[in-house]
T-cell receptor, first 114, second 111 residues
Framework: KAGVTQTPRYLIKTRGQQVTLSCSPI?????VSWYQQTPGQGLQFLFE???????NKGNFPGRFSGRQFSNSRSEMNVSTLELGDSALYLC?????????????FGEGSRLTVL | SQQGEEDPQALSIQEGENATMNCSYK?????LQWYRQNSGRGLVHLIL?????REKHSGRLRVTLDTSKKSSSLLITASRAADTASYFC???????????FGQGTRLTINP
């Protein structure tokens, strides 16, 4: 069974630009969660989608948004990028939802904002 | 703010020794999970222990949970160089449906 796939793996943007990251969960998994990882703040929960509905949201500004499609693939978007948005963005899928069981993580998308 | 805090932040031991990492959390939980991360890559699930369990084993891993002290420990026995990684505890707070991670313990196994 294929694992969680995140694209792109690496990207460089400049301040003010926007970025879209993609996540394909494990086949059959309906839940996709997104995390931001930085050296200073560690792993911070962004949001979770389950069957195309946002089920949970972390404490991030409205510049961070996401969505999930009917095939469970998910995208997250960050608009008006700031230097502090440089991070590893991790996507994780699960069968029945974050919190109920284990999460399966992708390799992450490393975003650098210049 | 983080729900869980790992201790120590960094640990360096010799190959073959046992490694123990601790995690403390603040509020009542449904379950607690441990994950491993190799150098900036994705996290790998190691073990899940529910709030009504006290101990679980998986291969060389042993996890304990003390809900009265709001703490958990992860023991890796007979460590190997391949165990070098960061280890995170993550908790599911009662009433919430999200997994909250601690800051992690950086484990280095010296050959």
């Amino acid at each position: 069974k294929a694992g969680v796939t995140q694209t792109p793996r690496y990207l460089i943007k400049t301040r003010g630009q926007q970025v879209t990251l993609s996540c394909s969960p494990i086949s059959g998994h309906r839940s996709v969660s997104w995390y931001q990882q930085t050296p200073g703040q560690g792993l911070q929960f962004l949001f979770e989608y389950f069957s195309e509905t946002q089920r949970n949201k972390g404490n991030f500004p409205g510049r961070f948004s996401g969505r999930q499609f009917s095939n469970s693939r998910s995208e997250m978007n960050v608009s008006t990028l700031e230097l502090g948005d440089s991070a590893l963005y991790l996507c994780a899928s699960s069968l029945i939802g974050s919190g109920a069981g284990e999460l399966f993580f992708g390799e992450g998308s490393r975003l650098t904002v210049l | 703010s983080q729900q869980g805090e790992e201790d120590p932040q960094a640990l360096s031991i010799q190959e073959g020794e046992n490694a123990t990492m601790n995690c403390s959390y603040k509020t009542s939980i449904n379950n607690l999970q441990w994950y491993r991360q190799n150098s900036g890559r994705g996290l790998v699930h190691l073990i899940l222990i529910r709030s009504n369990e006290r101990e679980k084993h998986s291969g060389r891993l042993r996890v304990t949970l003390d809900t009265s002290k709001k703490s958990s420990s992860l023991l890796i026995t007979a460590s190997r160089a391949a165990d070098t990684a960061s280890y995170f505890c993550a908790t599911v707070i009662q009433g919430a449906q999200k997994l909250v991670f601690g800051q992690g313990t950086r484990l280095t196994i010296n050959p």
